[in-house]
């Protein structure tokens, strides 16, 4: 009805329908107020319910324990990437990193400005195409904390597992945020930038265990955890209308079923696209070990340059759109996040095999 398309952009991602009804039908006038979320003071009665909203929504959805503060902050995962160890660093100034990637690469050049980094678990030398084991007799005991990239955007691993860590696990979950159900208790800390899978760009959540509060005294107000966590992430103006959005988005995964329900679903869509990608002759998947493979992004290849510019070209023409991969795989890239219906993996699947008889 309002000739959508399949996006399959890794970020910004698609929104759900229904997420995005209800923010036109209360754009004029929300709740009574005579104005929009996006016109209103942060200080307002109604803001106020949106982001304890959000927060108890996400609380819910994750059961997020007690002793962790949830951060509603700007600057994406990117920000972070310097704002971990500037905040986390303990007197050793060492922090331990996994390199799964581009983003994890990121991560690490920052955290290298500020300490000393070692990398634990490399897949580099495979183009990233693997989730590297992380054996604990390499993590340095005195080090602040291990740093992860749970879900890899680009060249599309995820963890299924977790590396036995004596010190505090710190995780960007960007890419996989809500996808799946986790254990919080097994992290100190997770972050995630909004735009892939849970709303409009500009946010970023934190979720970061008490404990790690604190630590570095006299940081920049603003590069502060204690700050946000003191002002209830309202020290300065927050991204409010984004946070809005989340808090619709969160309200509908708790309707569906929460993050359980989405991650059986999850499941059933990567497994339609990889299924077909495998009975291909022409595609082959980046990532070839089952366990290794994200639910979120799908990046697959012919090899063959200007059969995978076609492709991209015959897609876009079915309304199946950004599927263009990284430059740093090529090819091409499904991503999936939780508001993609399951009638567009159905749909791409289809084209694949469709694609793959025609020109092989
Ligand atoms: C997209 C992404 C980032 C970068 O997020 P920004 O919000 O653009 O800073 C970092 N890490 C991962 C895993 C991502 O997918």
Redesign the pocket.
């Known amino acids: 009805m309002y000739d959508r398309v399949f996006n399959f952009s ?2 910004p991602a698609m929104i759900s329908e229904t997420v995005l009804e209800k923010a036109r039908d209360e754009m004029m006038n929300y709740a009574g107020s005579g104005m929009s979320v996006m016109e209103m003071s942060h200080r307002s009665s109604w803001f106020k319910e949106i982001i304890e909203g959000a927060e108890s929504s996400l609380r819910q959805l994750m059961a997020i324990p007690g002793n962790y503060k949830v951060l509603f902050l700007q600057g ?4 972070q990437f310097y704002m971990i160890p500037l905040n986390l660093l303990n007197s050793s100034k060492k922090a331990d990193y996994a390199n799964t990637g581009a ?1 994890s690469k ?1 991560a690490i050049a920052e955290a290298k400005k500020l300490g000393d980094v070692k990398v634990v678990g490399d897949s580099s030398e495979r183009n990233f195409s693997y989730i590297p084991k992380i054996s604990t007799s390499d993590i340095r005991e005195e080090s602040s904390y291990l740093h992860i ?1 749970s ?3 680009i060249y599309g691993t995820r963890y299924t597992y977790l590396p036995e860590s004596p010190i505090p696990l710190v995780s ?1 979950w ?2 996989g945020i809500l996808s799946e159900v986790i254990d919080v208790n097994d992290y100190a800390m997770i972050y995630a ?1 909004a ?2 899978n849970i709303g409009p ?1 500009g946010l ?1 959540i934190v979720i970061i265990r008490d404990d790690l509060l604190g630590l570095n005294p006299d940081l920049p107000t603003m590069m502060d955890y204690q700050t946000h966590v003191d002002a209830g992430s309202l020290f300065n103006t927050p991204p409010s209308y984004a946070i809005y959005i989340a808090k619709l988005v969160f309200e509908e995964i708790l309707r569906d079923g929460g993050v359980s329900a989405i991650e059986e679903l999850n499941k059933r869509k990567a497994g339609i696209i990889y299924q077909a990608i495998d009975d291909s002759k022409l595609f082959k998947a980046h990532v070839e070990s089952e366990e290794d493979r994200s639910l979120m992004n799908i990046p697959f290849f012919s090899g063959n340059e200007d059969l995978d510019k076609r492709f991209l070209q015959e897609a876009a023409e079915e309304g199946l759109l950004t599927l263009k991969g990284h430059r740093s795989v090529g090819g091409m890239r499904a991503s999936i996040y939780n508001a993609m219906p399951i009638e567009g993996c159905e749909k791409l699947a289809k084209f694949i095999l469709a694609f793959d008889k025609a020109n092989s």
Request: no cysteine.
């Open positions: 890794a970020g994406g995962a990117s920000t983003w990121k990239t879900n890899n955007t960007d960007s890419s930038g735009q892939k760009a970023t």
